[in-house]
């Protein structure tokens, strides 16, 4: 059974940072692709960040220039550096992973994040 585990979240008053982690139960090349997401109360998730295999990167338009999304692959974690933070980053933030076989999904428990302005 495939778990990720979130941590890191916290509250913070904007500028501030934070950095978020997702550690997996299984070996990170089991995974084509690897994303945060968020999501707030009456809205949709939200995809944040995202690394593929091959190693490209995506990042939303919002956090460009202020996240920063990282992964290794030897300790199995994958990480979220959050820089300037604002009031709209307030969200539950989600680890997904992608199974190369099969394309599995799977999500973590989520992780809370509260800006104050």
């Known amino acids: 059974q495939v778990q990720l585990v979130e941590s890191g979240g916290g509250s913070v008053q904007a500028g501030g940072s934070l950095r978020l982690s997702c550690a997996a139960s299984?070996?990170?090349?089991?995974?084509?692709?690897m994303r945060w997401y968020r999501q707030v109360p009456g809205k949709e998730r939200e995809l944040v960040a995202g690394?593929?295999?091959?190693?490209?990167?995506e990042y939303a338009d919002s956090v460009k220039g202020r996240f920063t999304m990282s992964r290794d692959n030897d300790r199995g974690t994958l990480a979220l550096q959050m820089d300037s933070l604002k009031a709209e980053d307030t969200a539950v933030y989600y680890c997904?992973?992608?199974?190369?076989?099969?394309?599995?999904?799977?999500w973590g428990q989520g992780t809370q994040v509260t800006v104050s302005s």
């Open positions: 690394i593929h295999w091959g190693g490209d990167y």
């Open positions: 997904y992973a992608r199974s190369s076989h099969g394309g599995f999904a799977f």
């Open positions: 299984v070996s990170f090349f089991s995974f084509d692709l």
